[in-house]
């Protein structure tokens, strides 16, 4: 299949190699950024204690058999193939692609040469080492210095270099290592593109009551779990009780259980409107038993649309932490992908959600080449478990600078890219529906086209004529998204118990992803495994399955590029991928697929 050892484009990196005359290994810079990404400003006035500072620096091993692994991957989730929906086990997934023995005993023979070794340790599968050190250690290990750095807009700071080196007796055994040089911590961002008030709290007003609509519930101001239960079908859905959807958090963001409780009893379509949902905290996640006023309004929203729509089904809210070492402080915490993908692997399988919404990301320009490669093997990982995960497509449209090295071109979200997660667009309006303007659609740098969507896109490049003149902006080659769509645009929201409007594909996310776990549960129910993986599903079997939209485009780049963006047309596009849920007919599909 074509998505193998290809799936992953390598770039090379600039090397330099100090030699030494007494028989002291030489090294080699693994990684180098000319200058901090954009937004960051190296803060030289202040000042670190590096022998007080604290990192926990995670050195990652070379996986073995990756593109076997791939492939596996690809046709556990393909309809049609005889290894479809025989997910696997960790312990199975190690075991394919464990790295070599050799590699673990170089890495602790360097570390122990290097005084480490007794603050060392393997990670619970073995694919990686784990030091917790001073800065000072850390430094003195990866040939590197450490520095301070503020972004110009929020002001927060990290700790971070801009290179890195390892003994060339490594080259081959170590993939990555972090914290380094990857500042997409801070950058991390939720895809909220805007919040406003509401002043009415009215449903029948806000829900249109009055008014004749093309779909009941939807001639008001505001999408609300009636009006999406209409648009997408699921009115009629029978009540589900078992798995458990999951939602993911980070940046500190966390729900308030008053603002559900609020929502539900006036905004619930099911007879679900005392059901609630339960925290996991990993790595200095919080979730407040008392009510807060900050960083509540990505999970407020993710969480009361997956509570309303997902009817009797268990809701899991995951809380990482990730806010790199606390200058002087002694605190010991790393940054959030990495940790959250690692602690949800750790789960037996009787405790995985089947869904997953992620309405978060990252600049693919602003992250090192190869934690993108680690950190879409993870969630290659999740999938092969059998976890639908559904990730934002972002709200630049095609781009916000689109300037990649002194070059002008689209660029792309992380991990939306990755071609193991399935990518939600956004959509806008009801009568008809179309592409959201500021949706995020586009093709990877970094990743080939998945075999999964090689027709599908290869038809629109070939027969679409509305992306002809911004050709040169984009890699036609590369994998292209979003896969999907749902409506983005002024979700209804409690926040502190008043009504608040919310745009973005942070919406869209959940929505869509709620629905899957409709299909997931009456999987279960009838005896069958939930769907895992999605994309070859829905590229597949259930192409026709969704609504398709044909209007409406998405934009960006800020004039930069004239005309940038792409429009909606008839079949998949990048702007709003497949189009948006059609329950009835997703269900359909599911029923006849084992």
């Not at 629109?460 to 992306?467: K, Y």
Request: glycine content about 10%.
């Amino acid at each position: 299949m074509a998505l193998l050892k290809s799936l992953f484009v390598v770039f090379t990196i600039s090397t330099s190699v100090i030699a030494s005359p007494y028989g002291i290994p030489t090294t080699t810079i693994k990684e180098k950024l000319s200058a901090p990404p954009v937004g960051w400003v190296h803060d030289v006035a202040h000042k670190i204690d590096k022998d007080a500072a604290l990192i926990k620096l995670r050195i990652n091993l070379v996986e073995q058999n990756m593109d076997k692994f791939h492939e596996t991957v690809i046709r556990i989730s393909t309809p049609g193939d005889k290894m479809y929906g025989n997910h696997l086990a960790q312990h199975e997934i190690d075991a394919m692609v464990a790295p070599k023995q050799q590699s673990k005993d170089l890495v602790m023979d360097w570390l122990n040469k290097e005084g480490l070794r007794d603050i060392a340790e393997f990670s619970p599968r073995s694919d990686s080492v784990v030091i917790e050190g001073s800065l000072r250690q850390i430094e003195k290990l990866l040939k590197t210095e450490y520095a301070s750095f503020v972004h110009s807009e929020t002001k927060d700071r990290v700790v971070r270099t801009l290179e890195y080196s390892l003994p060339d007796f490594l080259n081959g055994h170590v993939s990555m290592v972090q914290p380094t040089t990857f500042f997409g911590l801070r950058e991390l961002r939720s895809t909220i593109s805007e919040v406003k008030p509401i002043i009415n709290f009215n449903v029948a007003e806000l829900e249109g009551a009055n008014a004749v609509a093309a779909v009941p519930g939807c001639s008001g101001s505001s999408i609300t779990p009636t009006c999406l239960a209409n648009l997408y079908s699921f009115a009629g859905a029978a009540n589900q009780t078992l798995g458990k959807m999951g939602i993911a958090g980070f940046l500190k963001q966390h729900p308030v259980k008053s603002d559900l409780t609020t929502f539900m009893n006036k905004y619930a379509y099911f007879a679900n409107k005392k059901e609630t949902y339960t925290c996991e905290l990993l790595n200095g996640g919080t979730c407040p038993t008392t009510d807060v006023t900050n960083n509540i309004v990505e999970a407020n929203l993710d969480v009361q649309y997956a509570r309303a729509i997902t009817s009797g089904i268990p809701n899991v809210y995951y809380s990482a932490g990730g806010n790199g070492p606390y200058l002087g402080s002694g605190e010991n915490t790393n940054e959030p992908w990495l940790e959250w993908l690692n602690y949800m692997l750790a789960l037996p399988d009787t405790s995985l959600p089947q869904t997953v919404s992620i309405s978060y990301g990252d600049d693919t320009a602003s992250l090192p080449t190869e934690y993108i490669l680690n950190t879409c093997n993870l969630f290659a990982k999740l999938g092969a478990r059998g976890v639908s995960v559904l990730v934002a497509s972002g709200d630049s449209g095609v781009g916000s600078s689109c300037t990649v090295g002194g070059k002008k071109q689209f660029t792309t979200i992380f991990p939306g890219a990755c071609p193991f997660v399935t990518t939600v667009g956004g959509t806008t309006g009801t009568s008809p529906e179309g592409a959201w303007s500021g949706g995020g659609g586009g093709f990877s740098e970094i990743f080939a086209r998945p075999s999964y969507q090689n027709a599908t896109v290869n038809k629109w490049l070939a027969t679409d004529t509305t992306h002809n003149s911004v050709s040169p902006y984009f890699n036609s080659t590369g994998r292209a998204y979003p896969d999907v769509s749902a409506q983005a645009t002024n979700f209804l929201v409690v926040l502190l118990g008043s009504a608040s409007g919310v745009s973005g594909t942070s919406a869209a996310t959940p929505a869509f992803a709620s629905v899957i776990q409709l299909i997931n549960s009456g999987r279960l129910a009838a005896g069958k495994k939930g769907l895992g993986f999605l994309n070859p599903w829905l590229y597949g079997v259930a192409a026709g399955a969704t609504n398709d939209i044909s209007a409406g485009k998405i934009g960006g780049c800020s004039g930069s590029i004239s005309g940038a963006g792409f429009s909606a047309v008839s079949g998949w596009d990048p702007a709003t991928g497949l189009g948006t849920p059609n329950y009835v007919k997703l269900l359909a599909v599911s029923n006849t697929t084992p």
